[in-house]
């Protein structure tokens, strides 16, 4: 558990105790295991989840007497998922989205892809079969991996994106995304697909609205169902370790403070009767049905939790830039970039917090403070090194170009 989130939790959480067993993570992993699988339907959920693991940190070792994992058949035979009515989750995630769950929507006036799995020919058939894709709802710019080739697919659906979050380049995360068809604006009421506003007092009838939610990204967006579905993609989650819906702060790339202001505007409209939902469908954690009614009143409770939970956090934001070497440090800890990290940083838990800003280390589960100076030191003394190097090298050749000209002179 992270020091920043243990110290953000209330005193009933803490009471309860770790919720993993012991033994089922490495000293430093953001998770662990709730319980060993028990059953052939245990050892196949277990193996989807190593499979949609984008960095590796999970294993499955079957013991002996359970079937072997040639005999469950491919790990995503059993998806897509109904969780209700007509709201599916898709299965396949993609790396380039690291892991990130995409749903969809099967509805009479269009069908709705809420962000993009791996492009499969699995997974065009389930969407052929059920009528195609009308829109495909992009929640936020590191989800927009893919979305060329479901468009090339489906030519006659229109996607959807903050305009914020619209890319010329593109990233290590993020795709181009200038022909996206609607470029929705950050504005403060709800509105439509196509983005004409619509009232506050509209959006308890409304089928689909779209909230503006900028924080997580600049142009992050949120997908209202039936007053029952809240797609959040990277904006809000559920933390069964919290008990309540929380937010990453540790990957809050764009602004954590506009991003608390944004959960306090879904406040605001729950509580005046406007917004409600019993389903928190999030890109990353679990889906989660919430306890109560699904009441406006009941969702204005639940979101306070949450405010008053991100107004404990510290504020600011972690540069992507200073996120993927940390992460790719950890994903590949025998490859050049985690050598020179934790050549810097250490060996042991903790060598690789010194990358990122002092902020978010905290929120590590295996923060070492007392680590960080003398690594940010080392790469002091190094980039000084460097600099002298790349510094004499210039001299000396602008040294041997003056003796050449003088010579020929």
């Not at 200038?178 to 007092?201: H, Y």
């Not at 879904?266 to 989660?288: I, K």
Request: charged share 25%; with cysteine; net charge positive.
């Amino acid at each position: 558990m992270a020091p920043a989130h243990w110290e953000a939790m209330d005193g009933e959480v803490k009471r309860r105790g770790p919720a993993v067993l012991e033994g089922t993570y490495d000293e430093g992993a953001f998770t662990g295991v709730l319980r060993q699988p028990r059953s052939r339907a245990d050892f196949e959920a277990a193996r989807t989840a190593v499979a949609s693991c984008p960095v590796h940190a999970l294993r499955l070792k079957p013991p002996a007497a359970r079937p072997r994992a040639g005999e469950l058949g491919a790990p995503f035979s059993t998806w897509p998922r109904r969780i209700e009515d007509d709201v599916w989750a898709l299965g396949e995630p993609s790396r380039e989205t690291v892991g990130a769950t995409a749903y969809f929507i099967e509805r009479p006036g269009g069908n709705v892809l809420v962000d993009l799995p791996k492009p499969s020919e699995a997974i065009f058939r389930f969407l052929e079969e059920r009528g195609g894709v009308r829109w495909i709802f992009l929640t936020h710019s590191d989800n927009t991996a893919h979305h060329a080739e479901f468009a090339a697919r489906f030519p006659g659906a229109r996607r959807i994106l903050g305009y914020a979050d619209v890319s010329a380049r593109g990233g290590a995360y993020t795709a181009v995304t200038t022909d996206v068809e609607i470029q929705l604006p950050d504005r403060p009421e709800p509105m439509t697909l196509e983005g004409a506003p619509l009232a506050d007092a509209a959006l308890a009838g409304a089928e689909l609205a779209v909230l503006s939610q900028p924080g997580h990204s600049a142009g992050s967006m949120c997908l209202l169902y039936r007053g029952r579905f809240l797609f959040t993609g990277d904006h809000l989650a559920f933390s069964r370790r919290l008990g309540q819906i929380m937010a990453f702060r540790l990957q809050c790339w764009h602004d954590w403070e506009r991003q608390t202001g944004s959960v306090r505007r879904l406040v605001a409209l729950a509580e005046a009767g406007h917004l409600r939902f019993a389903w928190l469908l999030p890109s990353h954690g679990e889906w989660h049905r919430l306890d109560g009614d699904g009441s406006a009143a009941a969702t204005a409770a639940e979101l306070r939790r949450t405010v008053a939970w991100m107004e404990r956090q510290a504020p600011g934001h972690l540069p992507l830039a200073r996120f993927i070497p940390w992460v790719q440090s950890r994903v590949q800890p025998r490859g050049r970039l985690a050598r020179a990290v934790r050549a810097i940083g250490g060996e042991g838990p903790g060598s690789e917090a010194w990358v990122l800003p002092r902020a978010a280390r905290p929120y590590l589960p295996d923060h070492r403070p007392e680590k960080v100076n003398p690594a940010l030191m080392r790469a002091s003394l190094a980039a000084a090194s460097a600099i002298g190097a790349a510094a004499s090298v210039v001299w000396l050749a602008a040294r041997a170009v003056g003796a050449v000209v003088k010579r020929r002179a």
